[in-house]
């Protein structure tokens, strides 16, 4: 009899560990562990796509204000490039004022005319920034509208500026304003998004021809417009 008690006593220690649990709870924090992580790691990704996509209509922003800023500095015309194809941004000086090639010197709206604008003869390019990167993958990044939205328009009175050529050129003058090759003054609007979150990523960046003001906008899905 006592060696029956001793072999149960020996089987039910099997089955604890040293701490008092049973193999069956462990296996239960084990599960209930493995449920909590399947369930907060999609919440951990969709965080950092979000914060990732947020940072990209601010590189957009900064360039264009480098390329107003340069414009005024130097007093010629520079032109702040989207390529949708690259997903890329590149800065060009026209060089366009007291150049030693007297081919090179016109005004800035000239310079639109200019053959191979924006790369023309005299051009030079300052820089090249690419909007992917940091974990944001090029493929994410959409230029345009997402078609969950369907008021666009901004306070500003600025619209969508259509890619041509699946680029946007916008040139600043010398005075840092932007107008076109008859010498009017002309609004722009870039707006971007990542097709994998549409409507919580949603961003403009508007340039206000006449002043050179340049704006960034987000999509606000409370108010269901885009907002400063």
Known sequence: MKSTETRLEVKESSWRSEDGRSVVETLIVVVIAAILMS????????????????????????????????????????????????????????????????????????????????????????????????????????????????????SDASTLTALVGNVVNITFQSDGTVVDSSNNYVNRSLFFYNNRVPTETAAAISVLGAAGRIKLWRYSTSASQYAE
């Open 39 to 154: 369930l907060a790691v999609p919440q951990m990704l969709s965080g950092r796509r979000l914060m990732r996509s947020s940072v990209m209509p601010r590189e957009v922003l900064a360039q264009l204000r480098f390329a107003r800023q340069q414009a005024m500095s130097q007093r010629q015309a520079f032109t702040f490039q989207y390529d949708d194809s690259a997903k890329t941004i590149r800065i060009f000086d026209h060089n366009n004022v007291n150049n030693a090639n007297a081919s090179c010197n016109m005004s800035g709206s000239a310079v639109l005319s200019a053959g191979g604008y924006p790369t023309t003869a005299c051009t030079t390019t300052t820089l090249t920034v690419p909007l992917s990167g940091a974990g944001l993958p090029a493929s994410e990044i959409s230029y345009g509208v997402p078609g969950t939205i369907t008021n666009s328009n901004l």
